[in-house]
Nanobody, 125 residues
Framework: QPPLVESGGGLVQAGKSLRLSCAAT????????IAWFRQSPGNEREEVSC????????TYTESARGRFTIYRDSAKNTVYLQMNDLKSEDRGVYYC??????????????????WGQGTEVIVSS
């Protein structure tokens, strides 16, 4: 089983909500910085949100701030991304990634060594 498994994507109308899950297997997710990235067709993988090990540093990109919330559930060894008021530009494949060191206030995809397989979000207008 892969170490990170995303779920929760799907087709949703604009303005609605989805909650994405990033479940870890074989390691304690609370020991890792977790970030969510989005890749839309023809584009690079881009940052969405990041949470550090203690959940005391949480960052969002400008497009996600105020609509998305990242948080941990230690009992489930899972990090969630609650996405509200979805817009067509939120469409893409969402990946979660884990590593021990990237600072959430200055990170990029290449900083992370462990990735999930992705979950697709489609927003219809």
């Amino acid at each position: 089983q892969p170490p990170l498994v995303e779920s929760g994507g799907g087709l949703v109308q604009a303005g609605k909500s989805l909650r994405l899950s990033c479940a870890a297997t074989g390691f304690n997710i609370d020991h890792y910085v977790i970030a969510w990235f989005r890749q839309s067709p023809g584009n690079e993988r881009e940052e969405v949100s990041c949470i550090n090990q203690n959940s005391d540093l949480i960052t969002y990109t400008e497009s996600a701030r105020g609509r998305f919330t990242i948080y941990r559930d230690s009992a489930k060894n899972t990090v969630y991304l609650q996405m509200n008021d979805l817009k067509s530009e939120d469409r893409g494949v969402y990946y979660c990634a884990a590593d021990t060191w990237p600072p959430c206030d200055n990170y990029r995809a290449s900083d992370f060594g462990t990735w999930g397989q992705g979950t697709e979000v489609i927003v219809s207008s």
